[in-house]
């Protein structure tokens, strides 16, 4: 049964669905591979359809232009029995089940959720693409995020702006946590900030490995400061954000 978990996001009670997903949709109409397959077997204990968020369960209009098709938005949950290929999880269920989609992990009494904007694959328009995946870190049932997930507070002009307003939320949550809560980010400002910031690490991480395999004391030392100008991008970057 949906249970107190997602309360603070005053989800219509005329939405619940509140059904199982069985595994077998997923080895029947995904392409998984043996790695794939384990993943579901041992990582996943259940799949559970929450919410649908479609015109007959709540006043919101569907969206449909030349690249993207919005009809309804899922709520879906995947419990799970450890913390293991969640990315792949998470890419293998919005594909397979081709609607945006609000899909949040639950191990124990934490959670976790993930969101992506699709777009139609204008070759096999049964498929979708998917833009790039967001996701929050491991949060408590009463974190603040819960709050910025009321959708009372969104916008039903239709169910693009309604998820692109759950994206912008997870988003911003994101970026506050580095941030500041002080701080007034927009969606695309957040997520900007965090792609850059990513980048960034990345640069950092590559360069310490690197670094440690570096015999050429004038090299280390350029490394260094290499390395000590991306944090300072980084520092810069994070205080300008606001």
Same mark, same amino acid.
């Given at each position: 049964?949906?249970?107190?978990?997602?309360?603070?996001?005053?989800?219509?009670?005329?939405?619940?669905?509140?059904?199982?997903?069985?595994?077998?949709?997923?080895?029947?109409?995904?392409?998984?591979?043996?790695?794939?397959?384990?993943?579901?077997?041992?990582?996943?204990?259940?799949?559970?359809?929450?919410?649908?968020?479609?015109?007959?369960?709540?006043?919101? $209009?569907?969206?449909?232009?030349?690249?993207?098709?919005?009809?309804?938005?899922?709520?879906?949950?995947?419990?799970?029995?450890?913390?293991?290929?969640?990315?792949?999880?998470?890419?293998?269920?919005?594909?397979?089940?081709?609607?945006?989609?609000?899909?949040?992990?639950?191990?124990?009494?934490?959670? $976790?959720?993930?969101?992506?904007?699709?777009?139609?694959?204008?070759?096999?328009?049964?498929?979708?693409?998917?833009?790039?995946?967001?996701?929050?870190?491991?949060?408590?049932?009463?974190?603040?995020?819960?709050?910025?997930?009321?959708?009372?507070?969104?916008?039903?002009?239709?169910?693009?702006?309604?998820?692109?307003?759950?994206?912008?939320?997870?988003?911003?949550?994101?970026?506050?946590?580095?941030?500041?809560?002080?701080?007034?980010?927009?969606?695309?400002?957040?997520?900007?900030?965090?792609?850059?910031?990513?980048?960034?690490?990345?640069?950092?991480?590559?360069?310490?490995?690197?670094?440690?395999?570096?015999? $050429?004391?004038?090299?280390?030392?350029?490394?260094?400061? $290499?390395?000590?100008?991306?944090?300072?991008?980084?520092?810069?970057?994070?205080?300008?954000?606001?």
């Amino acid at each position: 049964m949906v249970g107190d978990f997602y309360r603070y996001m005053n989800i219509p009670l005329s939405c619940k669905v509140d059904k199982t997903v069985f595994k077998k949709l997923f080895y029947e109409n995904a392409n998984l591979s043996t790695a794939d397959k384990s993943l579901f077997t041992d990582i996943i204990d259940k799949v559970t359809w929450l919410y649908c968020l479609k015109p007959e369960t709540i006043n919101v $209009q569907p969206f449909k232009d030349d690249i993207r098709d919005y009809p309804e938005i899922e709520v879906i949950e995947v419990v799970l029995t450890t913390e293991k290929g969640l990315k792949r999880i998470a890419e293998i269920v919005m594909r397979t089940i081709p609607y945006p989609m609000l899909l949040i992990f639950r191990l124990e009494d934490r959670l $976790q959720f993930w969101v992506a904007h699709q777009r139609t694959n204008l070759n096999d328009s049964s498929k979708n693409t998917i833009d790039e995946m967001i996701c929050s870190d491991w949060v408590s049932p009463d974190d603040a995020l819960m709050d910025t997930l009321d959708i009372r507070a969104m916008r039903f002009i239709n169910y693009f702006t309604l998820y692109s307003d759950i994206v912008d939320a997870i988003s911003i949550y994101n970026a506050k946590a580095l941030v500041g809560e002080e701080s007034e980010l927009s969606g695309e400002a957040a997520r900007k900030m965090l792609a850059a910031v990513k980048e960034i690490n990345r640069q950092i991480v590559a360069l310490r490995a690197g670094l440690k395999k570096e015999t $050429q004391f004038n090299r280390k030392l350029e490394i260094n400061i $290499q390395i000590k100008k991306l944090e300072q991008q980084k520092c810069k970057l994070l205080g300008g954000a606001v």
